[in-house]
């Protein structure tokens, strides 16, 4: 780990003027993903900006309905909190299924949604990778490739966005708060929130320099039968190979969101349409323009499947 500098910030927007201040200052909170990459030297930050004494750790509902989560807010909190158990069920599901308690107990909401990929390749400094060095090529185009994405990736990136939280967020439509470095604050919809890869496979979201994240808005509860299933090698805390968000309304209509499959969460709203007429329909349209590997080739049908059992599962 290289030499950094630390402070600990006393305001979000002070937080934010100092990050766009000083060139490779990072926020940190949990420090579950950004510790690990530090480590690797895979990220080196010049300055560390401890966020942890502002208080955007609490779940608070709002005028029009929903609640307004924290960006501090723990994925344990989170996860139990009688309200997210009670209307956004598939929430609380896709959070248990992310990681171990230990960790649950550290990450943090919008540490959550930032999450690196889990690429082998972007961890392997020996090896070229785009995302970690920009213009250097990707070693994962002609490499192993079981673990990686087969829909909105380019030839510059096959990587897969690791996250089982931002999934089940981008299902429910959540917005997400923003202070930037002038004090400015915006929002932004999920949909808008990361990017695909593009020519550009470093820049992962719509974030400008300094901008920090200071929560994360759930709209008013939607009803319907709420799931999360996640396919993954092992049993254990396992990053998924695929997996599906999924809200089914009474009349058979609803939403679907994937992750394991691109490098972003992935949802296609048009696909949602054909959700009556049962899982293979919903999946072509989800996966409409696929490119596999004989190695990640089987996702295709394990999406099908995977989301017809999602489906059953609602019905009864």
């Known amino acids: 780990m290289k030499a950094f500098t630390y402070e600990r910030a006393k305001s979000p927007a002070e937080a934010a003027a100092t990050a766009a201040r000083i060139p490779g200052a990072k926020f940190i909170a949990g420090g579950t993903n950004l510790l690990d990459l530090m480590k690797l030297q895979i990220d080196n930050p010049t300055h560390l900006i401890d966020i942890n004494d502002l208080s955007l750790d609490r779940i608070e509902a709002t005028p029009e309905g929903g609640l307004r989560i924290g960006a501090l807010v723990r994925n344990t909190d989170l996860a139990a909190d009688p309200r997210i158990r009670r209307d956004y069920g598939v929430l609380t599901r896709a959070i248990v299924a992310?990681?171990?308690?230990?960790?649950?107990?550290?990450a943090?909401?919008?540490?959550?949604?930032?999450?690196r990929t889990r690429c082998p390749y972007f961890y392997d400094t020996d090896q070229p990778c785009n995302k970690r060095k920009p213009g250097s090529g990707c070693s994962a185009i002609g490499g192993f490739t079981r673990i990686h994405a087969i829909v909105g990736a380019s030839e510059a990136c096959i990587a897969t966005f690791p996250s089982d939280m931002a999934i089940a967020m981008r299902v429910l439509d959540v917005a997400i708060e923003t202070v930037r470095p002038n004090g400015a604050t915006r929002t932004i919809p999920i949909a808008d929130f990361h990017r695909l890869p593009g020519n550009t496979p470093h820049i992962e979201n719509v974030l400008?320099?300094?901008?920090?994240?200071?929560?994360?808005?759930?709209?008013?509860?939607?009803?319907?039968?709420?799931a999360y299933r996640k396919?993954?090698?092992?049993?254990?805390?396992?990053?998924?190979?695929?997996?599906?968000?999924?809200i089914v309304q009474p009349d058979g209509n609803g939403r679907v969101a994937l992750g394991g499959v691109a490098h972003k969460p992935w949802r296609v709203e048009a696909a949602e349409r054909e959700l009556p007429r049962g899982a293979r329909a919903v999946a072509a349209g989800l996966l409409a323009g696929a490119r596999t590997t004989h190695e990640n080739e089987f996702k295709l049908p394990l999406v099908e499947r995977t989301l017809a059992a999602v489906l059953q599962d609602a019905k009864g």
């Open 98 to 106: 992310g990681a171990s308690g230990q960790l649950r107990n550290q």
């Open 231 to 246: 396919v993954r090698d092992r049993a254990s805390y396992a990053f998924a190979l695929i997996s599906v968000a999924a």
């Open 108 to 115: 943090t909401t919008a540490g959550n949604l930032l999450q």
């Open 208 to 226: 400008e320099a300094g901008e920090l994240i200071t929560a994360v808005t759930l709209p008013r509860p939607v009803g319907g039968v709420q």
